[in-house]
């Protein structure tokens, strides 16, 4: 069982740069195979998958959010980061990292349906 926990703060001035980790634990999978994603929920809206990294430090992003976001990992850690730059009021959302074992192609990354273990989630808003 993969276990996710998502921290930052809940809440950002627009024009700063929003950054969360997502911590994990549990596994047995081989951790090459895993891709680890964050997706948001805006208020009254749908999941919306924003990128994702692989083991091997490869990022993939949605192209809604490839000009200013930024995704890290620290495998020793293990754990992953996601930066949003330029915030504004409509990056109010909860905000959720998730992973899957499963070997995927780039396009299957952006399903968040693919995605089998999901933190909590954590609310983000922007406010003057």
């Known amino acids: 069982q993969v276990v996710l926990q998502e921290s930052g703060p809940g809440l950002v001035k627009p024009s700063q740069t929003l950054s969360l980790t997502c911590t994990v634990s549990?596994?047995?999978?081989?951790?090459?195979?895993?891709?680890f994603g964050w997706i948001r929920q805006p208020p009254g809206k749908g999941l919306e998958w924003m990128g994702a990294?692989?083991?091997?430090?490869?990022?993939y992003y949605s192209p809604s959010f490839r000009s200013r976001a930024y995704i890290s990992g620290d495998t020793s850690e293990n754990k992953f980061s996601l930066h949003l730059a330029s915030v504004t009021a409509e990056d109010t959302a909860i905000y959720y990292c998730?992973?899957?074992?499963?070997?995927?192609?780039?396009?299957?990354?952006?399903?968040?349906?693919?995605?089998?273990?999901w933190g909590r989630g954590t609310q983000v808003t922007v406010v003057p």
């Open positions: 990294i692989i083991y091997d430090g490869s990022q």
């Open positions: 549990g596994g047995s999978r081989t951790a090459e195979y895993y891709s």
């Open positions: 998730a992973a899957t074992p499963d070997p995927l192609t780039i396009d299957q990354r952006k399903d968040v349906a693919r995605y089998d273990y």
